[in-house]
């Protein structure tokens, strides 16, 4: 099973800010990496596939990176709506298909 | 537009047993790789399930495997998780989602989520 370990598990951010979110796999899974946002009582919402790629709908602001073990999303500016949990999640190989554990961005 | 409406959740005893319903709408269902998700009370996301397009093919997480059973009825654009042998660990609102066309480059990829539905097992 590949394990993902996302870091820092909170983040403490101000608007306008810009946030770096770390996600790593315990193996090589090329860029078959997801980011998911989650607010409170909502469904995760998908952001960005394939490492780098922007889901229809997801703003500029939301970037991916990485490949192979080591995966970044960066928020070049918050905005009071990006205030959520974060999720990456990997489809490399499955079952079972796994998430990491979360990033909570917070307000400042 | 795309639509997932589970239902079906609920308290139940330990050692019960409840099913859960989705409702598809807006694409192809039968073309569709489809899942659950589930979270627990304030934890993160864990894959539960999954059943190719035809439904001859399906996966279990380990925690899941000989208690659940994933379903799918294309004449009714409908998914199913029958959920036996309830415990306290399974207490989750359980999502079904989308992941991704049969045969299709992006399976494995989360694109569309319903509400999810609370699923309780308490005595």
């Known amino acids: 099973e590949i394990v993902l370990t996302q870091s820092p598990a909170t983040l403490s951010l101000s608007p306008g800010e810009r946030a770096t979110l770390s996600c790593r796999a315990s193996?090589?899974?090329?860029?078959?990496l997801a980011w998911y946002q989650q607010k409170p009582g909502q469904a995760p919402r998908l952001l960005i596939y394939?490492?780098?790629n922007r889901a229809t709908g997801i703003p500029a602001r939301f970037s991916g990176s990485g490949s192979g073990t080591d995966f970044t999303l960066t928020i070049s500016s918050l905005e009071p709506e990006d205030f959520a949990v974060y999720y990456c999640?990997?489809?490399?190989?499955?079952?079972?298909?796994?998430f990491g554990g979360g990033t909570k961005v917070e307000i400042k | 537009e795309v639509q997932l409406v589970e239902s079906g959740g609920g308290l139940v005893q330990p050692g019960g047993s409840l099913r859960l319903s989705c409702a598809a709408s807006?694409?192809?269902?039968?073309?569709?790789?489809m899942s659950w998700v589930r979270q627990a009370p304030g934890k993160g996301l864990e894959w539960v399930s999954a059943?190719?397009?035809?439904?001859?093919?399906?996966y279990y997480a380990d925690s899941v495997k000989g208690r659940f059973t994933i379903s799918r009825d294309n004449s009714k654009n409908t998914l199913y998780l029958q959920m036996n042998s309830l415990r306290a660990g399974d207490t989750a609102v359980y999502y079904c989602?989308?992941?991704?066309?049969?045969?299709?480059?992006?399976?494995?990829?989360?694109?569309?989520w319903g509400q999810g539905t609370l699923v309780t097992v308490s005595s």
């Open positions: 059943i190719s397009g035809s439904g001859d093919i399906t």
């Open positions: 989602a989308t992941i991704g066309e049969s045969s299709g480059y992006y399976v494995g990829l989360f694109d569309y």
């Open positions: 394939d490492a780098s």
């Open positions: 999640q990997q489809r490399s190989n499955w079952p079972p298909l796994t």
């Open positions: 807006g694409f192809t269902f039968s073309s569709y790789v």
């Open positions: 193996q090589s899974i090329s860029r078959y």
